[in-house]
């Protein structure tokens, strides 16, 4: 009964490559987000959608390309990876995206661009 | 914009009290999140404060002054499970959470 669950776990990959990570939530939540979180731990905001809306797109690459084809699933596709990639991606969820919202993670997914 | 200070690194004894500072500066404020993320793990929800205070909450507390723009998360009773680290995040209104950069504690026996 995994309430943000995401895959896949380990993903090791070349330079130049096109991955894709999966992400769904059981939770009933109307946003979801993915953070990245580098090498030093810093985690970061990527995306944020209500409702399969995208709402927030911070400063990242248009070689990352979010798709949520309902508000239960947001998925991460990243084309021709570079090693600057290699990271931790969180998907997240929460009820809604004003204050007081409680942020609920998955796992990660941990990327390695070889 | 908004810049979150923790300090990256702390050490404290296994049954002792550790209190982990979080300063914040930002144009808009509603309440600030503190999450525990142990090593290859997610982050997990510790508490939220939105109004001046200590919030008690078990062996883990929380104490929030806006004036200032400072909050901190005690821990008492220390276990060596509490090894993790600790982020602060600004919860500014209608945009994702900002997170810190995370203390990294260590207990130690």
């Known amino acids: 009964d995994t309430a943000v669950s995401q895959t896949p776990k380990y993903l090791v990959t070349q330079m130049g490559n096109d991955k894709s990570i999966k992400c769904e939530q059981n939770l009933g939540h109307d946003t979801m987000y993915w953070y990245k979180q580098d090498s030093k731990k810093f985690l970061k905001i990527m995306f944020s959608y209500n409702n399969k809306e995208l709402i927030i797109n911070e400063t990242v690459p248009n070689r990352f390309s979010p798709k949520s084809p309902d508000k239960a699933h947001l998925n991460l596709h990243i084309n021709s990876l570079e090693l600057g990639d290699s990271a931790v991606y969180f998907c997240a969820s929460s009820q809604g995206s004003g204050s007081g919202n409680t942020i609920y993670f998955g796992e990660g997914s941990w990327l390695t661009v070889v | 914009g908004q810049n979150i200070d923790q300090p990256t690194e702390m050490t404290a004894t296994e049954g002792a009290i550790v209190q982990i500072n979080c300063t914040y500066q930002?144009?808009?404020?509603?309440?600030l999140f503190w999450y525990q993320q142990h090593a290859g793990e997610a982050p997990t929800f510790l508490s939220y404060?939105?109004?001046?205070g200590l919030e008690e909450k078990g062996r883990f507390s929380s104490f929030l002054s806006r004036s200032k723009g400072y909050s901190y998360l005690l821990l008492k009773e220390l276990q060596m499970k509490d090894s993790a680290s600790y982020l602060c995040?600004?919860?500014?209104?209608?945009?994702?959470?900002?997170f810190g950069k995370g203390t990294r504690l260590s207990v130690i026996a």
């Open positions: 995040a600004l919860d500014s209104g209608n945009t994702p959470l900002v």
């Open positions: 930002t144009s808009g404020f509603n309440g």
């Open positions: 404060n939105v109004l001046d």
